[in-house]
């Protein structure tokens, strides 16, 4: 197994470097491109919301209880506990007659250092509706109702509720239950783990349903349900993150022909659109994926998943350009003085034998 | 080359892996024990503070200028913009008349969560005399005055003081001044880079000046400047970072037995004077430590740097015991519930041929 390595110096001399993983896969789950170890067992945490949200929406709690588009792109969220978040969690919240007190996570420092400040000057403490996973947690007591299970203990393992996710979330991933592990997330839910390309796969499928759905194609009901969840969060990529925010910022640039979430300790995933950079690096359709940072620093995930694009030529340039603070991350001292940057010491490399497939940089236009 | 790391797992399952350099060394600079690559060409960033705190003491610009043990302590300190951090560089500069737009160095966010709360709270912009690095600065001031020169430009690497600093590290790490690389540091000063051994080097022989002092031997008088250096730095803990923190916890818990500094990106060098425990490990008198964590993560570089004092069963469990929080972090969500934790797949090796010297473990009493 090769290793790839994202490297920041200083000076010219090596300070750090940190391992990265990829994988790059068609809707079928065949291997385009990788780094690293993709088949690298690794926990998705929260960009394995949108799977999660799937089995929400499957439960049919979505349309029960008037849930919009961007209720549902708050389930797939990890946001910054912005205004405007935590007044939807609280809309939400009443849209299920249920309150503050059922739900099982807890308050927590925000994502965002403008919204931390604010709190920190009004002597604030975040509560569970500011948790980043609110809108999940709101979901899943939806989906425990409307499955007709009591809403007590819908976070643990054994829950109905948290059964119904394990199955769905092993079915996206195309494999057995018992060969998905799970831990317990930051939030309190379950969370799987599973080898690194299959999350690529979920976001390749979530973009080949939205593919489906769009071209007029008969669909299963579990493809409107991906397609409609890849809409909501491209429609609402302000609703997934935050102002300012990689995930929010990937989103609004790409404008609907992408979808990206962020997990914990620097793990990603997109879902690529069919277009014709999906064709020209192999897909029959859409594309997934996922990243994972050995050491789980989530600066380098952004400035690594940001090479990715780039090394795919995936979007123009100038789209691309919109992420360039987080690919080259800015080392300044505190007198503004450069001190060093990044690099990215590796190239992508074809799954398929030497000679079939060339490295995606020299097929960029 | 051997790979070390420390992993951290989430219900059982591994989240990520932080690869580990350390180098133990005698006041020769024999290498006893090493992990990973202990030959690492590694920035010591802060770490070097004490370095070049020696070559401030040599211009005898810390007697000129009246400064105490406890400036000294500063001048060596990454502090956390404590009150008294602040209020002691102020007082440093009244003693030389400078003032603190003389510093080329900036304000920045306290290392000190606590800190940062009431500065936010206050609406207060940190300024120069807040940074980490004050001291030094400070320091390089009263160093440039007592050599001579101008100030201006105190902390280019040009600066006849730098020149200086640059010999001494050089000197101090047993090397040619070309065999030292340079970069510019956080504080806007150029910082060194090395073999970790190196690194470990100096701090052995800051503790082997101390013994050799108190001990009546006849000392140079660098090493009566590499003893105070220790001294400070052993008295003044709280100068050397602050409330909470590592170093200042590290060094009030074995209370003058050993000196311990952080450097940015996640290197950590130790001194220990000789002891019981040196003499069983190897070394005929003082030991140095240095660490460094490949991607820069400084909570996982204070636990395993806890977790080598442990291998090598330096100082009595209990008093190990007061690091246990640094050493064992806790992984636990936002609802308090146990998510996982931190393990040391790792054992320090030897440096000998085999059968010559059996891993530290099976030493500790």
Same mark, same amino acid.
């Given at each position: 197994?090769? @290793?790839?390595?994202?490297?920041?110096?200083?000076?010219? /001399?090596? @300070?750090n470097r940190h391992r990265v993983h990829a994988a790059v896969v068609d809707a079928e789950g065949r291997?385009?491109?990788?780094?690293?170890?993709?088949?690298?067992?690794? *926990?998705?945490?929260?960009?394995?919301k949108p799977a999660q949200a799937l089995a929400i929406l499957e439960t049919n709690g979505v349309e029960r209880y008037g849930f919009d588009d961007a209720d549902l792109a708050l389930m797939c969220a990890s946001h910054s506990s912005e205004e405007r978040h935590i007044a939807r969690t609280r809309t939400m919240? =009443? %849209?299920?007659?249920?309150e503050e007190a059922d739900l099982r996570c807890g308050g927590h420092p925000s994502l965002s250092e403008t919204v931390n400040r604010s709190w920190i000057k009004q002597d604030y403490t975040p509560t569970a509706v500011c948790s980043n996973c609110s809108g999940k947690h709101v979901g899943m007591?939806?989906?425990?109702?409307? /499955?007709?299970?009591?809403?007590?203990?819908?976070?643990?393992?054994?829950h109905p509720m948290q059964v119904l996710v394990k199955r769905t979330v092993a079915e *996206?991933?195309?494999?057995? =239950?018992?060969?998905? @592990?799970?831990?317990i997330d930051g939030c309190n839910l379950p969370t799987p783990a599973f080898p690194l390309d299959r999350l690529a796969r979920i976001y390749a499928k979530l973009a080949s349903a939205a593919d489906g759905v769009d071209g007029g194609e008969e669909s299963s009901p579990r493809d409107v349900a991906l397609a409609r969840i890849f809409q909501a969060m491209a429609r609402h990529p302000e609703m997934v993150a935050g102002e300012g925010r990689y995930c929010t910022v990937l989103m609004r640039a790409f404008d609907g022909a992408l979808i990206g %979430?962020?997990?914990?300790?620097?793990?990603?995933?997109?879902?690529?659109r069919a277009s014709h950079d999906t064709r020209r690096l192999g897909a029959d359709g859409a594309l997934g994926i996922s990243v994972k940072v050995e050491d789980g620093n989530i600066e380098i995930l952004y400035a690594v998943v940001t090479e990715i694009l780039e090394q795919l030529g995936i979007g123009s340039p100038e789209l691309r350009? @919109? *992420?360039a603070t987080f690919h080259h991350p800015k080392r300044v001292n505190t007198m503004g003085v450069s001190t060093g940057g990044v690099s990215f010491p590796f190239q992508l490399r074809g799954s398929e034998p030497e000679g079939e497939r060339t490295c995606p940089a020299a097929l960029v236009q």
């Open positions: 197994m090769r @290793e790839d390595y994202v490297v920041t110096y200083r000076g010219g /001399i090596v @300070e291997l385009l491109y990788a780094l690293g170890n993709p088949m690298r067992q690794t *926990l998705a945490r929260s960009a394995a919240l =009443s %849209k299920i007659e249920a007591i939806a989906g425990a109702r409307a /499955i007709g299970t009591g809403v007590e203990g819908y976070h643990l393992p054994d *996206l991933c195309d494999l057995e =239950s018992q060969d998905v @592990e799970w831990g %979430k962020l997990g914990a300790d620097a793990s990603y995933a997109i879902g690529v350009g @919109e *992420l």
